[in-house]
């Protein structure tokens, strides 16, 4: 009898259009018009080679020091290349930078040593650098100041210093904004967290039909000498099924088509999915069994809950999940979707998987406790009629 109605449940939910739309295709639609909206956001965000100039002037050409980090800084079809350097007098450097040509020009003879036009993040990057250098260079100078001698400085000395101090200058500069800057990539991961909470409206259909204040299915069932237990078990699972099978269409349709990265650990990603879809169905199970209300009601108070939860976990914005983490960090350790958004996060930016396996192990607690609660008010359920 378990494997009938689990069966028959099974076809039952697969036949059900609206439920179909809400759990299979609304989503994928939603995916879209998240690509389509936020796919060109981020490239004004990917590092770009800076333009800037160098008053080639007698103070220049007399710094080595100067010369070879931004040589080095500047060099073309290199992983480091940070600048793209134009050497010119500072007449040609101040008429570069008013056409913004460059974000402006270096003058060694200048006591401000930095000219530009306005403030802004290549502006403050060619600042930093210039005086990472100078930091350096005072270091340098300084050291060969205070081990000269009468007799002159040991050479030896001087070209172990210099190689201490410019072994550094080779910044490594990586565009790495793609795993560091996109923060984009929350919005997809609480689509899928929003997905297997809606798979709560699965839950709820499954049970209800072996409720008997409900349907006239329950009704049978309720007279019945079948194990309502069993049957319970059998269409839940048909809901967990169903609800699983098209999270994972929509995972894969996020990888393949959105090209979403979720990081290299597949197993993980699955766990999750997996432990998020058993969330969704224990929500729409306990709701099912604890609202006396009728279908339309409940589906709609799972979509409620479920759009609130996604909102605080980043759909609407980033910043609500960083502002609920901040100052109510409570209501975001018992939000099932920041839960699962939460550990899509931890995979993706984290090498260790601590914060990953506390967000399972809370999901699974959520699902025990709903599911604990919904047998008890369950058992305790009497009808004087139906």
Not at 122 to 141: D, P
Request: hydrophobic residues 45%; negative net charge.
């Amino acid at each position: 009898m378990f494997f009938h109605n689990f069966k028959y449940t099974l076809k039952t939910l697969f036949k059900n259009k609206i439920l179909i739309f809400w759990t299979y295709a609304f989503p994928i639609v939603l995916g879209l018009l998240f690509y389509f909206a936020f796919s060109d956001i981020e490239k004004g965000e990917t590092f770009k080679v800076i333009p800037i100039g160098i008053v080639q002037n007698e103070a220049f050409l007399n710094n080595s020091f100067y010369q070879e980090t931004f040589q080095a800084l500047s060099k073309e079809e290199s992983e480091g290349q940070l600048f793209q350097v134009a050497y010119e007098d500072e007449e040609k450097c101040k008429e570069m930078l008013q056409k913004k040509e460059i974000v402006g020009y270096l003058n060694l003879e200048n006591p401000s040593k930095i000219v530009i036009l306005e403030n802004g993040i290549n502006e403050t990057t060619f600042k930093f650098v210039v005086e990472e250098i100078e930091s350096k260079n005072k270091l340098f100078q300084s050291l060969l100041e205070a081990n000269g001698s009468q007799n002159g400085i040991d050479e030896n000395f001087i070209k172990q210093i210099y190689e201490s101090v410019m072994e550094n200058r080779d910044i490594p500069i990586e565009d790495e904004s793609k795993s560091n800057l996109s923060y984009t990539m929350i919005e997809y991961y609480t689509l899928i967290a929003m997905a297997c909470l809606y798979g709560g409206i699965l839950g709820m259909y499954a049970i209800n039909q072996k409720l008997a204040n409900m349907s006239t299915n329950g009704r049978r069932v309720s007279i019945s000498f079948l194990s309502k237990f069993k049957l319970l078990v059998s269409s839940a699972l048909a809901g967990f099924i169903t609800l699983l099978i098209g999270v994972l269409i929509l995972f894969l349709f996020t990888v393949f088509a959105l090209h979403v990265d979720y990081g290299n650990s597949l197993i993980q990603v699955l766990l999750l999915i997996f432990m998020g879809c058993l969330a969704g169905l224990s929500l729409g199970v306990f709701l099912s069994i604890i609202l006396k209300k009728n279908e339309n009601t409940k589906i709609g108070i799972i979509i409620a809950f479920t759009m609130f939860c996604s909102a605080l976990s980043g759909m609407m914005g980033i910043t609500m999940k960083y502002v609920i983490d901040k100052n109510i960090p409570f209501l975001n350790r018992i939000n099932p979707a920041n839960m699962i958004t939460d550990g899509f996060y931890a995979l993706y930016y984290y090498d260790t998987p601590d914060r990953f396996y506390l967000n399972i192990i809370t999901l699974g607690i959520f699902s025990f406790v709903l599911l604990f609660l919904s047998v008890m008010v369950l058992r305790g359920d009497a009808y004087d009629s139906i």
